[in-house]
C-alpha cells in the first residue's frame, strides 16, 4: 500500500485531522514557504528514488519477511545503500502495510524533540493516534507515560503499520533508545520498527537475538554483486564486459555510493575497462573525482554557485542569487536537479539541496580556494533568512559567520516580535549558543536562560543589551522621513520602560498584534531592525 493513507475500519483520516495533538514543530513563518517547511516535508517524505536504481529483489524480500516481525534492523557504512534499499522498499505497490517514514538529523537527538518528530510524522502519514497521546512537554526529555499511551494507541490499530526511522545513528541518546525499545515491547505486533542506522543502535538487540523478533540486514548484505553492478552500469548507459563489472565490483567492494560514481565517471571515458581497473574508492579519490568530473565539467557561473552555495542546508534560487550577485540561480539549479546527480529538489518547492558528501567537497573547496569568502556568505544568508522570516537559519548562519551578536539580536528581536521559540527550533537555538566561544561579551550568558523558553527575560533585562551590544545598524542614520504617530509614541514609551509585548498590549488595550504593528511600523520609520535600537534612535531624535 503507497503511503498517505490508512485504513480504520474502512475509513481515512484526514492528514489536517485534530487527533493527533503535537508540540509546535516550528514557529518560524515564511512566505517562501507556503504550504509548510519543506525540509520539514522532506523528513517525513520517502525519500524519492533515483531512475537508476537497481531494484535488488533478494534485499526487498528480506525487508517485507523481516516487517513481518516487530524489528528489522539495516545497518551499513555511509553511502552503502541502506536507505535507497528502504526507499524503493517503501514505494513498492506491494507493500503490505501503511509505512511511516522519519529522517533523523543530528538535532533531532534530544528526547523531546525525537518524540515530537514520532508523532508528528504518524500525523503526517495519516495514520490516526487518539488526541488523548498527547505531545512531549519539553524538548530534553520524555515522560514515560506518553510513551504508555502512544504504545497503547498503536496496539488497538486497525491494522499494523511499519515505521521507517532513517539514519538513527544520528540520535546516539540512551533515553530515546531506551524508550523506542519500550514501545516496541509494549506495543505488541501492530508496531512494525525498520531502523536504518550506520552503527549499531543502543537497543538491547542481543534480547531480540534471542526471540528470534529481528531481522538484520548489514554492510556485506548490501555490497553490490557483480550482477548488480552491471545492471548498475547499464541504467547508465555505460556498456562494460562482465569482467569489468567484476573488477569494480572488487576494487569498490560493493559501495553503492561508489559504484554510482564510478559510473558516472564511466559515462565520460574513453576506456571504461582501463577505468574500473584504476578506479580507486578513497575518500580523497571521491572528492578528487567530484571535483574534476562533476564540479569542472560545469560553466564558469556554474561552478561559482555550487561553491558559494554549498554553505546552505538548503537552497531557494533568489538566495542563491544574493550569494552569486547574479541572477541566473533559477535556471541553474534547474539544470542540476535536472541532470539528477547531486542536486536534488526539496519536493514541489523552489529549494533544493545538495548530497552530502559533494557539499563537502564543495565547502572544502570555498575555504582553501576563497580563503575569507565563507564568513561573506554566511553574513548574507544570515539576512536573507532573517529577511524572509527563517530565524532559526538565519541565527545559524550568524554564527556561522562568526556574529554572535547578530545571532542573539536575531532571536531577542524574534521573542519579542513573536513570542518564544518552541520544540525542536528552541532545541536547535540552545545547541547553537551552548557552542557559542566563552569570550563573547559579559551580556550574552542570559541568553541561555531565554532559550530555556523564559521570554519574559528578554524584556525584563534588556539593559545590557542596549548598553553593551555593538549595534548593527551602522553609526549613521537619516532622521525618520516619517512622523510617529501618537500610538506608535504610546508603543515606544512602554517599550522604552521595558514592557513586553503582552504588557504594552494590556496597557494600552490593544492586541498583541496590534503592538507588533506598530512596532514594524516604527522599525520601519526610524530604519531600525531592532526594539533598543528603535528607543535609542526615539531619544536621539527627541522623540520621546
Ligand atoms: N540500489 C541502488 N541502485 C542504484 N544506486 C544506488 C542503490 N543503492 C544506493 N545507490 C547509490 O548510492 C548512493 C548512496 O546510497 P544511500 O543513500 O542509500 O546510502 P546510505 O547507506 O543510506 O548512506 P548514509 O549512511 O550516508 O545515509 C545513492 O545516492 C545512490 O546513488
Ligand atoms: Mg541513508
Not at 212 to 223: N, P, Q
Not at 226 to 253: C, I, M
Not at 458 to 471: C, Q
Request: aromatic share 6%.
Amino acid at each position: 500500500m503507497p503511503t498517505g493513507t490508512f485504513r480504520t475500519g474502512g475509513s481515512t483520516q484526514a492528514a489536517d485531522s485534530p487527533m493527533v495533538v503535537a508540540m509546535p514543530l516550528s514557529s518560524t513563518a515564511s512566505q517562501l514557504t507556503p504550504a509548510g517547511d519543506p525540509l520539514l516535508a522532506a523528513k517525513f517524505s520517502v525519500p524519492v528514488i533515483p531512475g537508476t536504481l537497481v531494484r535488488r529483489k533478494r534485499l526487498l524480500d528480506r525487508l517485507t519477511e523481516g516487517t513481518a516481525q516487530r524489528l528489522t534492523l539495516i545497518t551499513g557504512p555511509a553511502g552503502a545503500g541502506k536507505t535507497m534499499l528502504a526507499a524503493s522498499w517503501a514505494a513498492r505497490a506491494a507493500v503490505p502495510h501503511p509505512v511511516v517514514w522519519l529522517s533523523l538529523e543530528d538535532d533531532d537527538s534530544a528526547p523531546g524533540v525525537f518524540w515530537t518528530y514520532i508523532l508528528e510524522a504518524f500525523r503526517h502519514h495519516r495514520v490516526p493516534l487518539p488526541a488523548t497521546v498527547g505531545s512531549p512537554a519539553r524538548a530534553d526529555s520524555v515522560e514515560r507515560s506518553l510513551l504508555v499511551r502512544f504504545a497503547s494507541a498503536l496496539a488497538r490499530l486497525a491494522e499494523p503499520v511499519v515505521l521507517v526511522l532513517d539514519g538513527l545513528d544520528r540520535v546516539p541518546d540512551r533515553e530515546v533508545a531506551s524508550g523506542l525499545d519500550f514501545v516496541l515491547q509494549h506495543a505488541g505486533p501492530q508496531l512494525r520498527l525498520v531502523l536504518i542506522s550506520r552503527v549499531d543502535p543502543l537497543l538491547p538487540l542481543h534480547r531480540h537475538r534471542a526471540e528470534g523478533s529481528i531481522c538484520e540486514i548489514r554492510g556485506a548484505d548490501l555490497a553490490f554483486t557483480r550482477h548488480e553492478t552491471a545492471t548498475l552500469l547499464r541504467r547508465h548507459g555505460v556498456l562494460s564486459s562482465a569482467e569489468t563489472a567484476d573488477t569494480l565490483t572488487r576494487r569498490s567492494e560493493g559501495w553503492a555510493a561508489g559504484l554510482r560514481l564510478c559510473a558516472l565517471a564511466m559515462q565520460r571515458a574513453d576506456d571504461p575497462a582501463a577505468f574500473a581497473r584504476s578506479f580507486a574508492v578513497s575518500q580523497s579519490a571521491v572528492a578528487d573525482y567530484l571535483l574534476a568530473e562533476v564540479v569542472d565539467a560545469q560553466p564558469a557561473a556554474t561552478q561559482d554557485l555550487l561553491v558559494r552555495t554549498s554553505i546552505l542546508d538548503r537552497v531557494h534560487p533568489r538566495l542563491a542569487n544574493l550569494l552569486t550577485g547574479r541572477e541566473d540561480a533559477e535556471g541553474i539549479l534547474a539544470a542540476l536537479t535536472h541532470a539528477n546527480a547531486f542536486v536534488e529538489p526539496i519536493g514541489e518547492t523552489p529549494w533544493c539541496r545538495f548530497n552530502p558528501l559533494f557539499a563537502e567537497v564543495l565547502q572544502a573547496y570555498l575555504r582553501s580556494h576563497r580563503p575569507g569568502l565563507e564568513p561573506k556568505l554566511h553574513r548574507l544568508a544570515a539576512h536573507w533568512f532573517a529577511e524572509n522570516g527563517l530565524i532559526v537559519e538565519a541565527t545559524e548562519h550568524a554564527a556561522s559567520a562568526g556574529d554572535w551578536e547578530h545571532a542573539a539580536s536575531l532571536v531577542l528581536d524574534h521573542v519579542a516580535l513573536d513570542g518564544p521559540l518552541t520544540g525542536p527550533d528552541a532545541h536547535r537555538m540552545e545547541r547553537l549558543f551552548a557552542g557559542m566561544p566563552a569570550d563573547i561579551p559579559k551580556a550574552f550568558p542570559w541568553l541561555r536562560e531565554l532559550l530555556e523558553l523564559r521570554p519574559e527575560l528578554v524584556d525584563g533585562h534588556p539593559h545590557e543589551l542596549v548598553n553593551g551590544v555593538p549595534h548593527l545598524d551602522g553609526p549613521e542614520h537619516p532622521a525618520p522621513v516619517e512622523t510617529l504617530s501618537d500610538r506608535e509614541c504610546d508603543v515606544l514609551r512602554q517599550a522604552a520602560l521595558m514592557m513586553s509585548t503582552e504588557e504594552i498590549a494590556a496597557e494600552l488595550y490593544v492586541s498583541v498584534n496590534t503592538v507588533k504593528t506598530h512596532l514594524r511600523s516604527i522599525y520601519r520609520k526610524l530604519s531600525v531592525s531592532r526594539r533598543r535600537d528603535a528607543v535609542r534612535r526615539a531619544k536621539e531624535f527627541d522623540l520621546l
